[in-house]
């Protein structure tokens, strides 16, 4: 597990309302100063840390399917599947193309704009 921010015990992680009912999936949650990604079926793997801006660069290389311009994590497809990298921890994230696209339609929704969540805690 990243070591660098641990996880707050009352996290409120959230997936996308497209994920499917086995909750394997891409689980995010907002925080203070950062919003934390997650596996759902692989939480030991840890999680990575992005600022809030990293958030909003994260989101749109995600949408955009760009490797990475956030500074905190590289996306990469591999066949089916996709790895997030953290750029600063050992992390990495396996995500199959279902998890992935559930994300990805989420993201075109805005399920994880957390704007005004992370400005109200600014």
Partial sequence: MNTDSPVPARTGWRKSSYSSATGNCVEVAPAADVVLVRHSKHPAAGTIDFSHVAWT???RDARDG???????????????????????????LHFDDG????????????????????TAAN
Wanted: net charge negative.
């Fill in 57 to 59: 660069a994260f989101v």
């Fill in 66 to 92: 760009r490797t990475s311009t956030n500074g905190v994590a590289a996306i990469t497809r591999t066949g089916t599947d996709t790895l997030v990298t953290s750029l600063t921890t050992e992390v990495e």
């Fill in 99 to 118: 998890e992935w696209s559930a994300f990805l339609a989420g993201v075109t929704d805005g399920e994880f704009d957390f704007t005004d969540l992370l």
